[in-house]
């Protein structure tokens, strides 16, 4: 016996029958974009967040061991990272102000973007 369809809109919408695959894969579609781009944009921020953190460790690092100063450090880190924000780098020594003086305590700050990391080292 051949299936009949029925034309009468109200029974047609309180049917059962349809494809579970198909609500499946629309939904899934609805559901997982979202996630899809929550995901990447938690990527992002991470890369910026470890990118700063390089950033303050081995500039300071490389300008107390090497002479070489922290924005040079800074911009070839940044071009490892592939990022191209320009990062705010706040350079400070104490006691004396004076960034060569053996014991002084320099500390240096990065701001990138909304991320934001210090490293804190002792001159030899």
Do not use: K, W, Y
């Not at 029925?6 to 894969?25: I, N």
């Not at 992002?44 to 303050?56: D, H, L, M, P, S």
């Amino acid at each position: 016996m051949p299936l009949q369809r029925s034309s009468d809109p109200a029974r047609l919408l309180s049917s059962d029958a349809g494809s579970a695959l198909l609500e499946f894969v629309g939904f899934g579609l609805l559901l997982q974009i979202p996630l899809l781009m929550m995901a990447v944009s938690f990527a992002e921020v991470q890369q910026t967040q470890f990118a700063a953190e390089a950033i303050a460790r081995h500039s300071l690092r490389s300008f107390l061991l090497i002479g070489t100063p922290v924005s040079e450090a800074a911009a070839e880190i940044l071009a490892d990272f592939q990022l191209r924000t320009e990062p705010r780098l706040l350079l400070t020594c104490r006691p004396t102000g004076d960034c060569e003086v053996p014991g002084t305590l320099l500390t240096l700050e990065v701001f990138l973007g909304q991320a934001h990391a210090v490293s804190v080292m002792r001159h030899p």
